[in-house]
């Protein structure tokens, strides 16, 4: 059985920080293989930069995926251009650097897994369809692993769990993330692909979504605009652990992950 970390948003310097502190241990307790984070929101809770993902991967990080936030630094470009462990979305447009989807060797292991990065299209910028978009992807990977991880970057819980079901039996598990809100509905879908909503966030919980609570509630009493900050107390770490099956890829258990850094 490969045990695969999945990790939620991780949100700023209170985000790194609490990886940096719990990620090494948790790997070993839990004999974790492979661990993909969604980075999009690690450097100052908007966007990541080159320092910020060579901190992020030194912690035990194999891939970065990505959403929305994913071109708010420039310097982005570059880092998906020049590294293959850092995804932006898939059904972005073909001619955006960076790659959407890959395949990884797992460490240790003479088994492949493939990473799927989408972003949804309800309450969200334009895409193409995450639907069609992910089918296409599978046409070119599934002859090379039957392991393959969906990260669906949404705001929507119908669409992520449309797509879970859409892509049950033909991926090991649809991964929802965005909402920075760790849903309770993780489970094994009928045809063996492990499903949560929402993984959740891995930052500052004493916080709306991550920032300061102060900014957010005179944000909605005045509607003016307010710079966001990243708050910096209560922090924890949002994940999942599936446990899959080396032949089928099917997920046999998924553990949900809401630990919290003292």
Known sequence: MLNILFIGDINGKAGRKVIKNLLPSL??????????????????????????????????????????????????IELLKNESNILRPANYPENNPGAGFNVYNIPNSNYKIGVINLIGRIFMPPAECPFLTTQKILNKISTQTNIIIVDIHAEATSEKQALGFYLDGNVSAVIGTHTHVQTADERILPNGTGFITDVGMTGPFDSVIGVEKETIIRRFLTMMPEKFEVANSDLKLNAVILSIDETTGKTKAIERINMKYE
Not at 31 to 50: M, P, Q, R
Not at 68 to 76: G, L, R, V
Request: hydrophobic letters at 35%.
């Open 27 to 76: 790997i070993k307790e839990k004999n974790i293989c492979f661990v993909i984070a969604n980075g999009e929101n690690s450097a100052g809770g908007f966007g990541i930069t080159k320092e910020k993902y060579v901190e992020l991967v030194s912690t035990g990080i194999n891939v970065i995926t990505t959403g929305n936030h994913i071109w708010d630094k420039k310097e982005a």
